[in-house]
């Protein structure tokens, strides 16, 4: 039986307090594990105020009637920029006025409350999180990276940027010394960025090995890469925790996963994917080192081994964050995060150990422990949900209300039950 959270408050409920709004009669999964009971849920201004098994009043008033309420999701692996369509000053401006607004709203209208871009370009997206900020945008609460940083002719650079000269200078941060990755991480946050991500390889072959030909369907004559060499990247990564950033680092396979850890990476942007994990030794340092692993399954699905390498990690109790790698051009913003959702359950973890991923995992990996938890004092940022997603992961999909910083953002309720304020119920 789930035990009952600390975050539950029951006496100040018998007080006259009103709070701003209440979501009243819900059931909770509050981050980690679903509560016993019903609970009213009160907000005041953006914070949730408390999480009570006794009725609460407030100012606005939503019945969940039964329903669920959790932790808006976390995406914590997104490329938001149209990487097809942005090649020059013109067509930036274009995907900024006529695409951006539109593919912010459909994260919101997916349950998706917090999106972590990991290699756009990075003024387009500092910009683009500043007007999320003032309310010139609306959209899901946005932290990013900035560009991807990677070797001289690293993934992406030389492979989804190969002709696209003008957004692969803004996109990716090819570095080939020690002192260029020092100078462009320190550049990156003194423009505040949320975090680093470095790109190891792209499935490249291991340090000393042989030349690895990257191919893909988009690339079927294959792309020969370079690896981010091993001094580069513990440069990077210490540059980064030296500024107070978290730093994660894509990776592919198990020899390029172990040289990140033992580099200082705090994550694993994909994990292991091209070949099965093998090592127990890895998995150990994971743990040791307390990693997260972030398994992008809605890009890496095709890879025969990328779900059993996920079922192995998760089992052994590594920490993962959900992260769909997704980006334009492929199914919807939003919805791939929910396909997310369900591919990790179809690899083997329970729907709550991913909705614990894609909420309190999510904020541990991004460093926002005020997001990502049902509790008083944390973000009023909360899905009501219509049936219970830890029974089933697809019930993501039956989604009611959205409240994003305390505000009501997304309603899809048929009829309008409440948000009449309880002086006239």
Known sequence: MPQESEAVVS????GPATYDLVVRRAHVFDGRQALDGLYDIAINGGEIASVSAEPLRGGQEVDAAGGWVMPGL???????????????????????????????????????????????????ILDTRAGIAAGALRGPRLLATGCGITGRDGHPAATVFRDNPW???????????????RDLVHHLADRKVDAIKLLSEGACAPSGGPKYLWQNP???DGVELERLPLDLLRAGIETGHDRGLRVTVHTTQQAAAREAIDAGA??????????????????????????????????DDAHPDARGNLKKV?????????????????????????EEAGLMVAAGMTPTQVLAAGTSGAARQCVRPDLGTVAPGKRADLLVLNADPTADIGNLRDLSLVILNG???????????????????
């Open 11 to 14: 006496a100040e409920a018998r």
């Open 74 to 124: 976390i995406d914590t692996h997104v490329h938001f920029y149209d990487v097809h369509a942005v090649s020059g000053p013109d067509s930036m401006r274009a995907f900024e006025e006529n695409e951006l607004p539109e593919k912010l709203g459909l994260f919101l209208d997916h349950g998706v409350t917090t999106i972590k871009s990991v290699g756009d370009p990075t003024g387009g």
């Open 167 to 181: 957004a692969r200078e803004r996109f990716t941060g090819e570095v080939d010394s020690v002192q260029q990755i």
């Open 218 to 220: 988009a690339f079927p």
């Open 266 to 299: 705090d994550g694993l942007e994909h994990g292991v994917t091209i070949e099965p994990l093998t090592d127990h030794s890895l998995i150990d340092l994971m743990l040791e080192h307390d990693i997260t692993y972030t398994p992008t399954l809605w890009i």
């Open 314 to 338: 998760a089992e052994a109790g590594v920490h993962i964050a959900l992260g769909s790698d997704t980006f334009s051009g492929r199914g919807l913003f939003g919805a791939n995060t929910l």
């Open 407 to 425: 505000e009501l953002t997304v309603d899809k309720r048929q009829t309008r039950r409440t948000t009449t304020p309880a002086t006239q119920a």
